[in-house]
């Protein structure tokens, strides 16, 4: 059984069209994220979510939306793409509390932005 | 004061080696170290993990070094093989819960055979 799994695992899209990709965890956490991963391997925070709060990276443009149906799902909405959102897009998952909050990752959907 | 500096940015070292990635930080509220590993196609996994209230952590061949007072931490790997070869991160939790995990920005590792 799969723990984190993001669907599509590939996505090649135009500019200016709107994707979504669907994310979900099957290990009973509270918190979910999404990250950002570039060419350079650099792997920058996006959203962190859970049924309190949402922490959003002010650096992240408003095109992007995390959408939480419910505690185990947390998918990724974009709007207009661009050439720049071409990455890999991570999703994870782990326990908000001060305890074990080792954070357990899919395995990223690459998106490629033409 | 919420960024983990990690460098190098990129290691080779022979099959064998003992590469060591360090890490720094400035917030004293993290109270929780972890290492993850990637391989290509796959994301981070957990590889091992340190509090604050010890020096050294050893799992297999795989040790992080802790320095409380010059807020850093690094990871060795003994005896390093081909395998090994993938990119780590290193990452800091504060003590407010895994909700505001920061990440270094990655070393990626090659191990020549």
């Known amino acids: 059984d799969t723990a984190v799994s993001q669907t599509p695992k590939y996505l090649v899209t135009q500019m200016g069209n709107d994707k979504s990709i669907k994310c979900e965890q099957n290990?009973?956490?509270?918190?979910m994220y999404w990250y950002k991963q570039d060419s350079k391997k650099f792997l920058k925070i996006m959203f962190s979510?859970?049924?309190?709060?949402?922490?959003i990276n002010e650096t992240v443009p408003n095109r992007f939306s995390p959408k939480s149906p419910d505690k185990a799902h947390l998918n990724l909405h974009i709007n207009s793409l661009e050439l720049g959102d071409s990455a890999v897009y991570f999703c994870?998952?782990?326990?908000?509390?001060?305890?074990?909050?080792?954070?357990?990752f899919g395995q990223g959907t690459r998106l490629t932005v033409v | 004061q919420q960024q983990v500096k990690q460098s190098p940015q990129s290691l080779i070292v022979q099959k064998g080696g003992i590469p060591i990635i360090n890490c720094a930080y400035e917030?004293?509220?993290?109270?929780?170290f972890p290492w993850y590993q990637q391989f290509p196609g796959k994301g981070p996994a957990l590889l091992i993990a340190?509090?604050?209230?010890?020096s050294e952590k050893k799992e297999g061949r795989f040790t992080i070094s802790f320095n409380k007072s010059a807020k850093q931490f690094s990871l060795h790997i003994m005896d390093s093989q081909p395998g090994d070869s993938a990119t780590y991160f290193c990452?800091?939790?504060?003590?407010?819960?895994?909700?505001?995990?920061?990440f270094g920005a990655g070393t990626r590792l090659f191990v020549k055979a």
């Open positions: 994870a998952s782990s326990h908000a509390g001060t305890g074990n909050t080792e954070a357990f």
């Open positions: 290990l009973g956490h509270d918190t």
């Open positions: 979510y859970n049924n309190k709060e949402l922490i």
């Open positions: 917030n004293t509220a993290f109270d929780y």
């Open positions: 340190i509090r604050p209230d010890v």
């Open positions: 990452a800091a939790t504060p003590n407010t819960g895994g909700f505001k995990t920061i």
